[in-house]
């Protein structure tokens, strides 16, 4: 059984960063690219970063380019989103996700991804 465990987030003022992660288990992640997403109240869920199975390629949404990092760990199963410059807009509950073939490259549909997280919030209030 493939889980995702996200962790990380918390309540931040504006300005501030946090590295969440993602620790998969039942799934060899090395195989597979990676994404974040996250969704606040009363919207759909979107895309916010990106790693391809082998870590050379990353995508990131225009609302996070230049403040976010995804990366991964693949002897630890691990992926991770550095955020910095952190915006009240950013609040939400995020996700994490592993894409449902193997050796693909990075992809924002929600439709691509088979497995999820339960999701870690994070609140960027002063």
């Known amino acids: 059984q493939v889980q995702l465990v996200e962790s990380g987030g918390g309540l931040v003022q504006p300005g501030g960063s946090l590295r969440l992660s993602c620790a998969a288990s039942g799934r060899t992640i090395s195989r597979y690219a990676m994404g974040w997403f996250r969704q606040a109240p009363g919207e759909e869920r979107r895309f916010v970063s990106a790693i391809n199975w082998g870590g050379g390629n990353t995508d990131y949404a225009d609302s996070v380019k230049g403040r976010a990092t995804i990366s991964r760990d693949n002897a630890k199963n691990t992926v991770y989103l550095q955020m910095n410059s952190l915006k009240p807009e950013d609040t939400a509950v995020y996700y994490c996700?592993?894409?449902?073939?193997?050796?693909?490259?990075?992809?924002?549909?929600?439709?691509?991804?088979?497995?999820w997280g339960q999701g870690t919030q994070v609140t960027v209030s002063s």
């Open positions: 996700a592993t894409q449902q073939r193997t050796f693909g490259g990075t992809t924002r549909s929600t439709g691509d991804y088979d497995y």
